[in-house]
């Protein structure tokens, strides 16, 4: 649960774009900036050692890029809210930050206007995104309500067949998927196996290629 004080890490390889986007925010009395970083590394760094609320990661940074960045967060299970601040208005990089569940992304042309917004919506569990960038989010609703029609067999699969699919697109193993999701490979093997029945999938690799295919829709 959120405190009335909102903690804030931001990361980003350019210190004026630090420098702003910390002037914007803490002229918000509702933040606090604990620490400021200029690769992935730091910020990993500093988000175990300070636990904010949100960070707010460029997605192109030197070591490490902000989506490698909240891959290692989900895998060390630190719970914190997230917004990319990005360059990229392309549509495969905004469904990578999609896929990662992140709520909100903006735009750096937009970050003068959006960042506290966004800030504000991701801290109290909402998503935000860029305006300029609302045709690629009705895209992908779109194509997954599309999904759904063409393949009502989804709605069978259970909350974990779900998240082992959506892990399965990501190219990841059994082995994997196991460890993350604290069970033996062989329990995620019986779910591959379920999930491609109910789906009328057959073979290992029609399972991946569906759900690499199917991956922004999932």
């Known amino acids: 649960m959120m405190t009335d004080q909102i903690k804030i890490v931001i990361a980003d390889d350019h210190s004026i774009v630090r420098q702003g986007l910390r002037q914007m925010l803490d002229a918000d009395a509702k933040f606090t900036v604990v620490g400021e970083a200029k690769n992935g590394g ?40 997230i917004v990319f601040l ?10 990578t930050a999609m896929d990662l569940n992140v709520r909100g992304y903006v735009l750096k042309d937009d970050a003068t206007t959006d960042i506290v917004a966004a800030v504000n919506a991701v801290a109290a569990g909402k998503s935000f995104i860029s305006q300029s960038l609302s045709s690629l989010l009705l895209n992908r609703r779109r194509r997954a309500e599309e999904l759904k029609s063409d ?10 067949e779900r998240r ?11 082995k994997e998927i ?8 062989r329990t995620i093997d019986t779910h591959r196996l379920n999930i491609s ?22």
């Open 164 to 174: 082992v699919l959506r892990m399965i697109a990501e190219d990841k193993t059994s």
């Open 197 to 218: 029945r109910k789906l009328n999938l057959h073979g290992n690799l029609a399972l991946v290629k569906f759900a690499i295919t199917h991956k922004s829709e999932l």
């Open 178 to 185: 196991g460890d993350e999701l604290f069970v033996s490979h």
């Open 42 to 81: 730091q910020a990993l760094e500093l988000i175990e050692a300070n636990q904010p609320d949100v960070a707010v990661l460029d997605v192109d940074m030197p070591e490490m890029g902000g989506f490698e960045l909240v891959r290692v967060l989900r895998v060390r299970q630190i719970e914190i809210e």
């Open 151 to 160: 393949k009502p067999e989804l709605n069978s699969l259970t909350p974990t």
């Open 86 to 95: 990005t360059m990229h208005s392309e549509e495969e990089i905004f469904q």
